[in-house]
């Protein structure tokens, strides 16, 4: 319930400052904040109070976690990483043209 | 151990708000570089330790380093200066 | 933004955080499918890969074919980083920090290299693997151009090394998955010829190759979008 609550809190948070802020810099923050949002709660859902998915040998009987999940999110965060630093690039490269970071500039560079 | 995860949670729902709050972009870095930080506490403590790793390496280091390099170049001048080109 | 726009978003905002708590706890536990892969992995992924960490044996074998797409996700990522920031002048060097900051990361730098090479090498034994290890790598180039200035980055590591390791990285790891089709019978199947005793460095078969292309590819992907994003900086420096 709290991994729940928590989850849809910080979740929310990203949420606000992508719709919100005037910046866009500011809104690749609240979405690498989503991210992480999603990440902790599939890694605290699927945490089932076991021990770490390495094990000593091939005939260990240790109760291990569910690796499955865990693996997703590790392919999440790398691609999390280059996608954001794509969209940093497109923000500099959109910067040379309008001399601002403002979303509402966007419309203005179409129109002329 | 159930204090510490409590504790870690409201840091990071602590963070997570004063990221976003600021007006400077450079403490918002720093304080998502501090929320990846209290991520990676968070995984080691849900067992998980391949994702901690990925998260302290990832979230803390590379993803800080590159959003520095875009404001260190991003130039914000006059609103309209589009315009007054023409 | 006026101010009744924006309690109107605080108030949608609350609503849906509203449904998506009560709709969260709605979410069906362990089903049987996900039982029987999870006892499936738990007992044979040893025996079957070699490997004792279970994440690795799923990203490397099993589920190789993932971190592929994964790849190539990055290698397209770099691509267009490349692509449009190119620019035809080579960068200028800036001066770099202090003395005291270039002897010490001059001492360090060598153990950092060391700690991505055993995180890469040991990643069927202990947390880590391609990934992260190369992303260290990736970090390596990092200090040396903000510490060192971009013009030792430049001399040591030049943007055709790089070049090359992405592009032999991603090359090597399609022709493990076709090396995977003419000795096993599918792709990126298991090579069996790296086994000693379970639990040794050299053990798991394919795991540990693939993790050493994939973490030399992404640490010189990670490397080159670094470099292509600070030359404009120092561009500009030399202008002024």
Known sequence: MINHIVF??????????????????KMVIGLNIMEG?????????TDKGDKIPIVNGPYSSALV????????????????????????????????????????NLGRMIKD | ??????????????????????????????????????????????????????????????????????????REGKKSMFREDD | MSKAKHIFVVIVLSLLGITMVIN?????????????????????????TGSLNFVTAILYDYR????????????????GIVLLLSRKTLPVSS?????????????????????????????????????????ILGAISIIFSIVYGSEFDFKRYSPTTKTLLETG?????????????????????NLRFLNTEIGSLLSAGSIPLINTVIGFKIGAGLAIIFYSMIQKTFKEEDKL
């Open chain 3, 169 to 189: 990285g991603a090359l090597l790891f399609i022709g493990l998955g076709l090396a995977g089709i003419i000795f096993g019978g599918y792709f990126l199947e």
């Open chain 3, 24 to 48: 969260l706890n709605k979410i069906p536990g362990n089903t049987d499918q996900i039982n029987f892969i999870y006892s499936h992995i738990t007992n044979n992924a040893v025996l079957e």
């Open chain 2, 1 to 74: 151990m159930i204090i510490l995860k409590y504790l870690l949670v409201i840091f990071l729902v602590t963070t997570a708000y004063l990221a976003i709050s600021f007006k400077e972009e450079l403490v918002s870095i720093i304080f998502l570089s501090i929320f990846s930080i209290i991520l990676t506490t968070l995984y080691l403590i849900h067992n998980a330790p391949d994702v901690a790793l990925a998260e302290a390496v990832i979230g803390a280091g590379l993803n800080t380093a590159i959003f520095m390099t875009v404001i260190s170049q991003v």
């Open chain 3, 95 to 135: 001066h770099g920090l202090s003395f005291i900051v270039k002897r010490t990361f001059g001492m360090l730098t060598p153990f950092i290299f060391l700690f991505s090479l055993y995180i890469i090498s040991h990643g069927h034994l202990s947390p880590g693997g391609g990934f992260q290890g190369g992303v």
């Open chain 1, 65 to 104: 976690n569910d690796p499955i999940p865990q693996a997703l999110i590790l392919t999440g965060i790398v691609i999390g990483a280059s996608t954001s630093a794509f969209l940093l690039t497109l923000i500099i490269e959109l910067n040379k043209f309008t001399d601002s970071i403002d979303p509402d």
């Open chain 3, 64 to 79: 190789a074919y993932d971190s592929l797409g994964e790849s190539t996700i990055i290698f397209g990522a770099v691509s």
């Open chain 1, 37 to 45: 949002a999603i990440f902790y709660w599939f890694i605290s859902i």
């Open chain 1, 8 to 25: 849809v809190i910080i979740f929310l948070l990203g949420f606000y400052a992508i719709l919100v802020k005037k910046n866009l810099i």
